[in-house]
């Protein structure tokens, strides 16, 4: 038996979470009455009136709502399969390296970025690619014509995409080196007593060892699907690349902040909260079934 | 002084109707009892908490000396004992007009700020905002009444709401809603050219630009006409009307296209001019320019659209009379032999210049409702208008507290005028006596500072910039910018400068389609056809029902 004294340490240490969840995410909740108002900040949330499902016919009614629902699911499924599968083979390269300290110095310099702000990188990256950036004059070099990268709707995702795994997955990768530091070396001293190949070794001994962790956080990123970047992509995109670029978040950033459509723009915003609702529910009930990951 | 007080009885007039208005309220910060004197200083001091707007790259202020403490700010605090205190403070542009809708939004306010037009009527709608009738009427000063008669009652409409004055607009010189086009004059005369009157002499020199090396660095890297940035505007409208820099406005107007604002068809009706065929017409043009590399290339997507002008690279770029505040500075020190002329080009089909123009008022002073002193901005601004020629203004004046500008609205030419006949001797500065034109004195004073002779060739090599930048800047914009808009002209007008009911809701949609639709079409990502769609789904997504509600309002 515990003593009394160790358990009321960990609900001390519960607390500050607690608040934090209070004051952050429970008591702004209330806000979300303004999908139901013609709101007016200057009566507040209580004496504004309401107009039931108004805002909510209008979003349906907007060309753009289904847009920016494809476009957040389409990157943000696309971010979360590319910051799992990139790596996940990194740290496999990485683990087969037998030098440590080049292995150290690689590891320290692709995590580099992702200490840097989307303000900062994506002012690099319209510089990189702008018409007469290098990867333009790499392109000249190459006998390609030069290309207008950010006026390109149908490239603009997987730039988006490509430069976000770019950002994260060296700190993605300490994830997995940290499993694979789990697993034990006598399996594989066993399996190349058998004979096995690295490539064997990889597919029969790492992997497996990985699995569960992949599995967790494949089903944990579920729940964040429908966050597929605001600060990388508002400080990238323009109006023509609205088409494939304008997100829920952007876009309710204008509606909401620039034009003063609250109640629209909350709206939209308690759709988005509803949906990721019932998919952290689906992904946690998945990690308990599969990687046998309970919170309680 | 008998202009003053043919100006103070002017004023007295419809002072007096206005109070017939106000008469029955009581705002709490007037309780004073005699005359209200404009300038009078407070017995006691008095706060004065403010949101204040900040050019980030502005290195002007003297060290110690902070946005918050300045020496506008002292002057404030010395000449009427009035305390500013920065509440918070934001980033010149798109940061502050955020920083200013979420203190709307959140209903947490300071007790002044300057606005723009959508956000004052959000106020106004929320109810946040202090009546200033009774205030206005008792202390604004001669002067700044005078500055709103001349615009014909249209900037007191604008802050007039059931009949009670909610802000002090600004009043603002026309020929900021003028866009000309700016042109590299060493440029030209370097590949023998002369100044592109018409579209297609545009194109020519435009094409010139970019294919004959004018820098003479033997690279292919000029760019014939700059555009916008990201986030910045094809062609003022409507509701932002003025200083449209690096839009391409002009060459809307030669094609009598009017994008962005209300117009009035041949019948009389009220229609949109930008799903008009005129506007077709132009998008066309400027699509085939755009696909010929005439135009920048990274159109709506640069960081800084000023840039290639700074580093010498752009040859043409379409902008109001005040280029000589900036970028210019920046562009000759970069290269001394930048000769920056501006000309109301390129004319349209029959030889004429079409220029949109802006609102006379387009930012706004509001107080919190509440607030104990509404009539210390008026005192502010009235100090602002009295004292503005004396300041030292290698500061800018932006640093004063709740700035916003005021003057007669033909100020730049008539100083501009001015000036040309004072180098030519006809005039001497005591033949301009009009104290409203508050700044004349000071650059009739300082014109030979930085002009060299020969005083009617404004080319640049007869400047000396080095004498005053201040000084400069200001003499610049005038003779060179100003001064071609002594031409005639033909002046457009919007029928309206301000939201109907139904564009609270739905403009927002709406333009974004319009911003989406025109660039894609310009930078050749969508056919020109896509422009009947557009007009198609314009008029479904709520544009015939705000054409209704125009055509109510103008009625």
Same mark, same amino acid.
């Given at each position: 038996?515990?003593?009394?004294?160790?358990?009321?340490?960990?609900?001390?240490?519960?607390?500050?979470?607690?608040?934090?969840?209070?004051?952050?995410?429970?008591?702004?909740?209330?806000?979300?009455?303004?999908?139901?108002? $013609?709101?007016?900040?200057?009566?507040?949330?209580?004496?504004?009136?309401?107009?039931?499902?108004?805002?909510?016919?209008?979003?349906?009614?907007?060309?753009?709502?289904?847009?920016?629902?494809?476009?957040?699911?389409?990157?943000?499924?696309?971010?979360?399969?590319?910051?799992?599968?990139?790596?996940?083979?990194?740290?496999?390269?990485?683990?087969?390296?037998?030098?440590?300290?080049?292995?150290?110095?690689?590891?320290?310099?692709?995590?580099?970025?992702?200490?840097?702000?989307?303000?900062?990188?994506?002012?690099?990256?319209? $510089?990189?690619?702008?018409?007469?950036?290098?990867?333009?004059?790499?392109?000249?070099?190459?006998?390609?014509?030069?290309?207008?990268?950010?006026?390109?709707?149908?490239?603009?995702?997987?730039?988006?995409?490509?430069? $976000?795994?770019?950002?994260?997955?060296?700190?993605?990768?300490?994830?997995?080196?940290?499993?694979?530091?789990?697993?034990?070396?006598?399996?594989?001293?066993?399996?190349?007593?058998?004979?096995?190949?690295?490539?064997?070794?990889?597919?029969?001994?790492?992997?497996?060892?990985?699995?569960?962790?992949?599995?967790?956080?494949?089903?944990?990123?579920?729940?964040?699907?429908?966050?597929?970047?605001?600060?990388?992509?508002?400080?990238?995109?323009?109006?023509?690349?609205?088409?494939?670029? $304008?997100?829920?978040?952007?876009?309710?950033?204008?509606?909401?902040?620039?034009?003063?459509?609250?109640?629209?723009?909350?709206?939209?915003?308690?759709?988005?909260?509803?949906?990721?609702?019932?998919?952290?529910?689906?992904?946690?009930?998945?990690?308990?079934?599969?990687?046998?990951?309970?919170?309680? | 002084?008998?202009?003053?007080?043919?100006?103070?009885?002017?004023?007295?007039? &419809?002072?007096?109707?206005?109070?017939? &208005?106000?008469?029955?309220?009581?705002?709490?910060?007037?309780?004073?009892?005699?005359?209200?004197?404009?300038?009078?200083?407070?017995?006691?001091?008095?706060?004065?908490?403010?949101?204040? #707007? *900040?050019?980030?790259?502005?290195?002007?202020?003297?060290?110690?000396?902070?946005?918050?403490?300045?020496?506008?700010?002292?002057?404030?605090?010395?000449?009427?004992? +009035?305390?500013?205190?920065?509440?918070?403070?934001?980033?010149?542009?798109?940061?502050?007009?955020?920083?200013?809708?979420?203190?709307?939004?959140?209903?947490? %306010?300071?007790?002044?700020?300057?606005?723009?037009?959508?956000? @004052?009527?959000?106020?106004?709608?929320?109810?946040?905002?202090?009546?200033?009738?009774?205030?206005?009427?008792?202390?604004?000063?001669?002067?700044?009444?005078?500055?709103?008669?001349?615009?014909?009652?249209?900037?007191?409409?604008?802050?007039?709401?059931?009949?009670?004055?909610?802000? +002090?607009?600004?009043?603002?010189?026309?020929?900021?809603?003028?866009?000309?086009?700016?042109?590299?004059?060493?440029?030209?005369?370097? %590949?023998?050219?002369?100044?592109?009157?018409?579209?297609?002499?545009?194109?020519?020199?435009?094409?010139?630009? *970019? #294919?004959?090396?004018?820098?003479?660095?033997?690279?292919?890297?000029?760019?014939?006409?700059?555009?916008?940035?990201?986030?910045?505007?094809?062609?003022?409208?409507?509701?932002?009307?003025?200083?449209?820099?690096?839009?391409?406005?002009? !060459?809307?107007?030669?094609?009598?296209?009017?994008?962005?604002?209300?117009?009035?068809?041949?019948?009389?009706?009220?229609?949109?001019?930008? +799903?008009?065929?005129?506007?077709?017409?132009?998008?066309?043009?400027?699509?085939?320019?755009?696909?010929?590399?005439?135009?920048?290339?990274? @159109?709506?997507?640069?960081?800084?659209?000023?840039?290639?002008? *700074?580093?010498?690279?752009?040859?043409?770029?379409?902008?109001?009379?005040?280029?000589?505040?900036?970028?210019?500075?920046?562009?000759?020190?970069?290269?001394?032999?930048?000769?920056?002329?501006?000309?109301?080009?390129? %004319?349209?089909?029959?030889?004429?210049?079409?220029?949109?123009?802006?609102?006379?008022? =387009?930012?706004?002073? *509001?107080?919190?409702?509440?607030?104990?002193?509404?009539?210390? +901005?008026?005192?502010?601004?009235?100090?602002?208008?009295?004292?503005?020629?004396?300041?030292? !203004?290698?500061?800018?004046?932006?640093?004063?507290? @709740?700035?916003?500008?005021?003057?007669?609205?033909?100020?730049?030419?008539?100083?501009?005028?001015? %000036?040309?006949?004072?180098?030519?001797?006809?005039?001497?500065?005591?033949?301009? =006596?009009?104290?409203?034109?508050?700044?004349?004195?000071?650059?009739?004073?300082?014109?030979?500072?930085?002009?060299?002779?020969?005083?009617?060739?404004?080319? !640049?090599?007869?400047?000396?910039?080095?004498?005053?930048?201040?000084?400069?800047?200001?003499?610049?914009?005038?003779?060179?910018?100003?001064?071609?808009?002594?031409?005639?002209?033909?002046?457009?007008?919007?029928? @309206?400068?301000?939201?109907?009911?139904?564009?609270?809701?739905?403009?927002?949609?709406?333009?974004?389609?319009?911003?989406?639709?025109?660039?894609?079409?310009?930078?050749?990502?969508?056919?020109?056809?896509?422009?009947?769609?557009?007009?198609?789904?314009?008029?479904?997504?709520?544009?015939?029902?705000?054409?209704?509600?125009?055509?109510?309002?103008?009625?």
């Amino acid at each position: 038996m515990r003593n009394r004294t160790f358990i009321k340490h960990y609900y001390i240490m519960l607390l500050p979470g607690f608040v934090w969840l209070l004051l952050i995410s429970i008591i702004p909740m209330f806000g979300i009455a303004i999908a139901f108002q $013609d709101f007016n900040p200057g009566q507040g949330i209580w004496k504004s009136p309401w107009i039931g499902l108004e805002n909510f016919e209008y979003m349906f009614s907007l060309n753009d709502t289904k847009t920016i629902f494809f476009n957040t699911v389409n990157i943000a499924v696309m971010k979360i399969g590319g910051n799992l599968i990139v790596p996940l083979i990194f740290a496999i390269m990485l683990n087969e390296l037998r030098l440590m300290v080049i292995k150290r110095w690689v590891q320290t310099i692709v995590y580099l970025p992702h200490f840097l702000s989307w303000v900062i990188l994506s002012g690099i990256l319209l $510089d990189v690619f702008s018409y007469t950036g290098p990867v333009n004059g790499l392109l000249h070099m190459l006998g390609i014509e030069p290309v207008l990268f950010f006026a390109r709707a149908d490239l603009f995702p997987f730039i988006v995409v490509g430069s $976000d795994v770019w950002k994260e997955f060296g700190f993605n990768t300490i994830i997995y080196l940290a499993a694979l530091t789990g697993i034990s070396p006598s399996l594989y001293e066993a399996a190349s007593i058998d004979g096995a190949t690295r490539l064997r070794r990889i597919w029969h001994v790492t992997l497996p060892g990985l699995r569960t962790t992949i599995v967790l956080l494949a089903v944990l990123s579920l729940g964040n699907v429908l966050n597929a970047g605001f600060d990388q992509i508002f400080n990238m995109y323009n109006p023509l690349l609205y088409s494939t670029g $304008d997100i829920i978040d952007t876009w309710v950033y204008r509606e909401g902040l620039l034009n003063m459509q609250y109640g629209l723009a909350t709206a939209v915003g308690l759709l988005k909260s509803v949906v990721s609702f019932v998919l952290i529910i689906i992904s946690y009930l998945l990690a308990s079934k599969f990687a046998n990951y309970r919170i309680f | 002084m008998m202009l003053m007080l043919a100006f103070t009885s002017a004023c007295n007039s &419809t002072g007096s109707k206005e109070n017939g &208005t106000a008469e029955n309220n009581t705002t709490p910060g007037v309780t004073e009892q005699g005359p209200a004197d404009p300038f009078g200083k407070y017995e006691q001091t008095i706060t004065l908490r403010y949101g204040k #707007e *900040v050019d980030p790259t502005d290195k002007s202020l003297p060290a110690g000396d902070t946005p918050e403490n300045n020496q506008y700010s002292r002057y404030v605090k010395d000449n009427l004992n +009035i305390d500013t205190k920065v509440t918070w403070q934001a980033a010149t542009g798109t940061n502050y007009e955020q920083k200013v809708n979420l203190a709307i939004s959140s209903n947490d %306010l300071p007790d002044a700020l300057v606005v723009k037009d959508t956000q @004052l009527r959000a106020m106004v709608k929320a109810g946040q905002l202090e009546d200033l009738t009774d205030a206005f009427n008792r202390y604004a000063s001669p002067a700044m009444k005078s500055y709103m008669e001349k615009t014909n009652g249209v900037s007191a409409e604008a802050v007039t709401f059931d009949g009670k004055m909610y802000a +002090i607009p600004s009043i603002q010189v026309h020929s900021d809603g003028v866009h000309q086009m700016w042109v590299r004059k060493d440029w030209l005369d370097k %590949l023998g050219l002369e100044p592109p009157k018409t579209i297609e002499e545009l194109e020519n020199v435009a094409k010139a630009f *970019v #294919e004959q090396d004018p820098d003479g660095n033997g690279q292919n890297d000029t760019i014939g006409i700059a555009g916008q940035q990201n986030g910045g505007r094809l062609y003022a409208n409507f509701l932002e009307s003025t200083n449209n820099t690096y839009g391409l406005d002009p !060459i809307f107007g030669a094609y009598k296209a009017y994008p962005g604002y209300w117009l009035k068809d041949d019948s009389g009706n009220p229609v949109y001019g930008s +799903i008009l065929p005129e506007t077709k017409e132009a998008l066309a043009k400027l699509r085939e320019m755009y696909a010929n590399g005439l135009i920048d290339k990274e @159109l709506g997507i640069r960081k800084s659209a000023s840039e290639p002008v *700074v580093n010498g690279k752009a040859g043409i770029f379409f902008a109001p009379w005040w280029m000589g505040y900036g970028p210019l500075p920046d562009a000759i020190k970069n290269d001394p032999k930048a000769n920056w002329q501006a000309y109301l080009l390129p %004319l349209d089909a029959e030889g004429q210049f079409n220029a949109h123009m802006g609102a006379p008022s =387009t930012v706004f002073v *509001v107080v919190r409702k509440g607030y104990e002193h509404p009539e210390a +901005i008026i005192k502010m601004l009235n100090l602002l208008i009295r004292d503005e020629s004396k300041f030292d !203004i290698s500061v800018p004046v932006g640093h004063y507290p @709740l700035r916003v500008p005021m003057s007669y609205m033909d100020e730049s030419e008539y100083s501009a005028k001015a %000036l040309q006949e004072v180098l030519a001797g006809s005039k001497q500065s005591e033949d301009f =006596t009009d104290p409203g034109y508050k700044l004349l004195a000071a650059d009739i004073q300082n014109v030979k500072k930085v002009k060299k002779e020969p005083y009617d060739n404004m080319d !640049i090599q007869y400047w000396d910039p080095q004498a005053d930048l201040g000084v400069w800047s200001r003499i610049y914009s005038l003779l060179v910018g100003s001064s071609s808009l002594q031409q005639d002209y033909n002046k457009v007008y919007s029928l @309206l400068y301000s939201q109907t009911r139904t564009m609270e809701s739905r403009w927002s949609n709406l333009k974004k389609l319009e911003d989406e639709t025109f660039l894609k079409i310009i930078m050749g990502a969508a056919p020109l056809d896509t422009f009947d769609t557009f007009v198609s789904d314009w008029k479904k997504q709520g544009g015939d029902k705000i054409i209704e509600e125009v055509k109510e309002y103008v009625k």
